[in-house]
């Protein structure tokens, strides 16, 4: 299991905190689902190595903004720019931002025909076309990471639901994201599984990685973020240090959710 | 009530055999009146069909209809110096066989069985010359077997023959029988099958070795030649094709040649082009509204007279293949589309997320997990496909259904219409069970990672 402090960083990676370049930058974005407005304008700025935690009620947008960073959702209006490229119909650019942009979804969505092994290598073989051997090596030095090493040769639906989501995490890391998502990735999960997952997600935190979190765990959010995002209908209505959100809201609506939910 | 003692007690010794099964009796068949009265029924019911069926079997029934004319079932009208041809396919294909059960397989006793009886039958009643081909065949499948045990050190080069052996096998098999004029079509195909492995294995990241590389394109230059110079490979001419050997030949074409554009259709009616999805939509919907019967009436009589000049005279076998073809494809469009459907939304997500493009999507995502849900329904899908071949007679060909009614009106075998029904009828239902026995097997194996 992941008792043993699970170290993620990345070689390269400097043990510091946000750097001045932007990662993301979201300007006025708009989405609408046939008549519902899901976005109605957000514009933030996050910057490289910057861990950000969405919160906000159900239906509030905030998975809907998460997933047109990578453009599994399109917007409407506005402009989003993730490391430098802008998101538009431009195919070659589309592919350049996916293969740099990871996600980890709630329901953790692995392949279940294919071997943990092969989740993982399948997006190195055929999009970065690594050698199978080199592909293999990054595999087993993932699920190291991420604790599961002995779990290599097995099938998601023999993993616990932890598991696969570290599995999952794993595969995301392969490609060498740049940013990674991750929506709801606990929610999912047995609250004995929670943990886990939230071991290897601080560990990659802490490694330097840009992170864009939608979570429900406080605890966890108030460790690791820089800083909050708080949405309702569709917008950002308040954004602010953890200490701030915890301490000092402005906003009613942001002091009702936060009762709720703690 | 006491507390159960865990600690001292033995587990109780497995209850005797004979006790269980009067335990499994008395549970089971005669557990109150009524369920008693039902098994005294059904037993007297099943040892009454028993009786009759053996004493049909063996006393009243005169097999030598079906013995005298076991030629004429297997391969009908097919000329005697020509059969050496479906001797040669079942040679490779058993070769084939054997090498297969090796690499990836275990030959189960039930699957032994099975292909045995099958062989059996085939080789036993096709000709007088059988026996030493039967033991020629099983001495190639056993064959096969040993020289991939032996090879086991290339066990990974040897498994690229054998899927290239199994790739060609249609194409060649098809050479074997019909010769002449199909070859440049054949090499065609065969090109077109090596040609996309070879693609997909160049760019699967995971380089060819040079040696193999060199002789599978030496193989591929090979096939792309044949299909401009037209060797004269002498065939069979299809109007002789008949009996069994035309069954599966019909069955086999049209299978091979249906599950690719199933799928394809299966994807165009779920595609987002409009033109694409209206395109698949509407022909789907117009086969699978029009009777198979129709349609194969449609293909004999009118089809010539909507056919460019060029081709007013193809034959009629292959008008009928290519009318099962399309019937075919168009059920299977229909199974592959409840099976994309049963995949979630989320594995989309997930394959365009770590950037993999639309057809590496399919490939490798969608697909294997769609057909691997609906491989109960294809199974089904392709035995009825097979006994629908028997349907032919209507458009005047002679399959063994068709040599089974025919056969009694020899004057020495006038009224002996039972037995050759009843055997043409095993005939089907051993090749229709084997079919059902490898779906299972497939279902088995694919369901490894089983959500």
Redesign the interface.
């Known amino acids: 299991m992941v008792e043993e402090t699970v170290t993620l960083a990345e070689p390269e990676a400097p043990d510091g905190r946000a750097s001045e370049k932007d990662m993301v930058v979201c300007t006025d974005v708009k989405k609408w689902f046939g008549d519902f407005q899901a976005l109605k304008g957000i514009t933030t700025v996050v910057k490289e190595r910057e861990v950000v935690v969405v919160l906000g009620p159900s239906g509030s947008g905030k998975s809907t903004f998460l997933r047109c960073l990578?453009r599994?959702e399109e917007h409407d209006e506005g402009q989003i720019i993730v490391d430098g490229v802008e998101l538009n119909n431009d195919l070659r650019n589309l592919?350049k931002v996916?293969?740099e942009?990871?996600?980890v979804?709630q329901?953790f969505?692995?392949?279940?025909?294919?071997?943990v092994r092969r989740n993982i290598t399948?997006?190195?073989?055929?999009?970065?076309?690594?050698?199978?051997t080199a592909?293999n090596a990054r595999a087993e030095e993932l699920l190291r990471r991420v604790g599961i090493p002995e779990q290599i040769d097995t099938?998601?639906?023999?993993l616990s639901g932890g598991q696969q989501q570290r599995v999952?995490i794993a595969?995301?890391l392969a490609?060498h994201p740049r940013l990674m998502l991750f929506d709801e990735p606990t929610s999912a999960l047995d609250p004995e599984m929670i943990k886990e997952v939230l071991d290897v997600m601080r560990g990659l935190a802490e490694s330097g990685m840009t992170m864009i979190v939608v979570t429900h765990e406080m605890g966890f959010a108030r460790e690791v973020a820089d800083r909050f995002l708080f949405f309702d209908g569709g917008l950002i209505v308040e954004e602010g240090t953890p200490q701030h959100f915890f301490e000092n809201p402005q906003e009613e609506r942001t002091k009702l959710f936060l009762s709720q939910i703690l | 009530m006491t507390a159960i003692d865990v600690t001292s007690e033995r587990p109780p010794a497995p209850p005797l055999s004979l006790v269980r099964a009067r335990r499994w009796a008395t549970d089971n068949l005669f557990g109150s009146l009524g369920n008693s009265a039902l098994t005294l029924i059904s037993v007297a019911i099943l040892a009454y069909v028993a009786y009759q069926v053996l004493r049909f079997v063996f006393i009243t029934a005169d097999w030598e209809v079906v013995l005298d004319n076991r030629r004429l079932y297997f391969a009908g009208r097919f000329p005697d110096e020509e059969m050496w041809r479906i001797w040669m396919s079942l040679w490779y294909l058993s070769a084939l066989t054997g090498a297969s059960f090796r690499l990836w397989g275990r030959l189960t006793p039930l699957i032994a069985a099975a292909s045995a009886a099958v062989a059996v039958l085939l080789f036993a009643f096709a000709t007088d010359y059988a026996q030493p081909r039967l033991l020629l065949a099983l001495g190639l499948l056993a064959s096969g077997y040993l020289a991939a045990a032996v090879l086991s050190r290339w066990r990974r080069q040897l498994a690229g023959l054998v899927i290239v052996g199994w790739l060609l096998a249609f194409p060649i098999t098809i050479v074997f029988i019909a010769g002449g004029a199909a070859v440049p079509l054949l090499a065609a195909a065969g090109a077109f099958v090596l040609g996309s492995y070879l693609v997909w294995r160049l760019t699967s990241g995971e380089p060819l070795p040079r040696r193999e590389l060199a002789w599978l394109g030496a193989l591929e230059l090979v096939l792309m030649a044949l299909i401009f110079i037209e060797p004269n490979v002498e065939g069979v001419d299809s109007r002789l094709w008949s009996g069994l050997v035309l069954n599966i030949l019909i069955a086999i074409v049209a299978s091979v040649l249906s599950f690719p554009l199933g799928v394809v259709l299966a994807l165009g009616r779920t595609s987002g082009l409009p033109v694409v999805r209206v395109v698949c939509t509407v022909y789907i919907e117009l086969i699978r509204g029009v009777p198979l019967i129709t349609i194969l009436f449609i293909s004999w009589l009118v089809l010539p007279d909507f056919l460019p000049e060029s081709l007013r005279d193809t034959d009629l076998v292959v008008r009928i293949m290519a009318a099962f073809t399309a019937f075919s494809a168009a059920y299977i469009a229909e199974i592959v589309r409840g099976g994309l459907q049963s995949i979630p939304r989320g594995q989309r997500e997930a394959a365009q997320a770590l950037g993999l493009g639309g057809v590496a999507v399919l490939v490798f995502v969608i697909l294997p997990q769609a057909i691997r849900a609906v491989i109960p329904a294809l199974t089904g899908h392709f035995i009825s496909l097979f006994k629908d071949t028997s349907l032919v007679i209507v458009v005047g060909l002679t399959d063994i259904l068709d040599v089974g009614r025919s056969v009694t009106a020899q004057r020495e075998f006038i009224g002996r219409q039972k037995e050759s029904l009843l055997f043409v009828a095993l005939v089907f239902w051993l090749i229709t069970f084997s079919i059902s026995r490898v779906g299972q097997r497939l279902e088995r194996r694919l369901g490894v990672g089983e959500r």
């Open positions: 990578n599994l592919e996916r293969s942009v990871g996600i979804f329901q969505n692995l392949f279940p025909h294919l071997t399948l997006a190195l073989t055929h999009v970065r076309r690594m050698p199978k592909a099938y998601p639906a023999q999952a595969r995301a490609m």
